[in-house]
């Protein structure tokens, strides 16, 4: 009894007397707590302030290594080296055989071309022929301006087909202008329109459309000096301007390069360009060019003319993202004007009925649309038309006894129509295999059909630049 009864006692003091000091023990505890949070959340912030520290400086050295390096880079594109101006080179084999089932002329008469060709140089019939073996050279001549150069032999059915060669290109171009100018000066394919400044092999078809061969004579070489502006605007725009002394074939504008001329018979060129995106999958290029030649002298010594042929052209393309290296589709032409008080290709000036020299204007151009149907395939197809600068002098006006293209020398231009069909081949990025048909209808001259097969390599890089692309 003794022992329990002192037992209950001490619950009694437990409960009564010691009761009240529970809370405060509790109080104490949970200060204790709190203080040690804080002193391990100024422990942290201490060790995120160090590892800051660290962090700033790894990423200053870090664009000190970078900034090194790219001086050091800036320092080394300032030194030569040895192989820093060795020139870039390629050769590029362009080989034809094809069928004709005529050689085009004019009809028979008793004019003086009466029968003669128009627009070839090669035979009717099976025909094989070496058409270009082009060497291109291209190098950097210091930190300022750059060089390349063009030459080719082709097959000359009028030499036993024996490969003539020629400089095509020789040209000089500045790298470093201010204003984002550029100044070519040489031997160079003008910058005239799409196709004429594009060598043979890099056409998208076989052969160039005859309109352009009748009214440039080709591909638009001239010797001369060419500046460039590339604005700077949101979307690409370039402006050209050109002095040279003829545009296209020899005597295509009248000109000879026998004897020196007044500045007024040099040939003057300009052309505007655009190219923007509409969206993604489609973009264009649209583009206007002219050449003008004031006071030529004309090499069938007709006397002296003036001679302007004005040109625009556009360019399509689809390429939608994500296939356009398998599926893309172009639409691309040209349309051309040709003003010229003679035409010393096709016979002198115009004459009207009563065999007066008349000035009149003709109109020629082509349009093509090329599809890929994967990165191998693309088939196309193409329409070419153009009016004869002056009528073919095939017979004798009755009226007046002089030399005329019809009986009554009316003065109708011949129209020339040429329907292309064609199916491109690439077995790898460096050769091509084409295969085309031509009908051509040419008014006052012979119709005929043509076939190609077009095989073309590469040895080496081969790039003519962005504009050239298909």
Known sequence: MHARSRALALLIVFAFGLGPLAPAVFAEEKASELENLKKQMLQMEEQFRQLQRQIDKLETKKIQEVEAKANAALDASKKTFASQ???????????????????????????????????????AGADFNLRSAELFISADVDPFTRAYATINASADAANNDEATLAVEEAAIVTTRLPYNLTVRGGRFFADFGVLPHRHDHDLPFVDRPPSIAAFVGGEAQTNGVEVSWLA?????????????????????????????????????????????????????????????APNAEDVTNTGRFERRLVGMDFKYRWYPLGYGVRQSLTIAGELLHDIGGADPVNGGPRRDIFGNPVRQGAWGGYVYAEYRLSKQWRPGFRFDYFQLQSEPLLVTNPFTGLPASTL????????????????????????????????????????????????TAFLGSHSHGFSERE
Do not use: C
């Open 85 to 123: 101006f060795n020139p870039a080179i390629s050769l590029g084999i362009d080989t034809i055989g094809s069928y004709k089932s005529n050689a085009q002329g004019f009809n028979p008469g008793n004019g003086p071309q009466a029968g003669a060709r128009i627009n070839n140089t090669r035979p």
């Open 408 to 455: 009554n020398a009316t003065g109708h231009r011949t129209d020339n129509r040429t329907w292309t069909a064609y199916l491109t081949w690439f077995p790898s990025e460096f050769q091509r295999l084409r295969l085309q048909y031509n009908r051509s209808d040419r008014g006052n001259a012979q119709d005929a059909n043509e076939f190609f097969l077009q095989w």
């Open 232 to 292: 700077p605007t949101p979307f690409f725009l370039r402006a050209s301007g050109t002095v040279g002394n003829k545009l296209g074939a020899d005597f295509r504008d009248g000109v000879s390069n026998v004897n020196s001329r007044p500045i007024k018979g040099l040939t003057y060129m300009g052309r505007l360009q655009t190219y923007f995106d509409i969206n993604d999958d489609n973009n264009v290029e649209l583009g206007g060019s002219i050449a003008e």
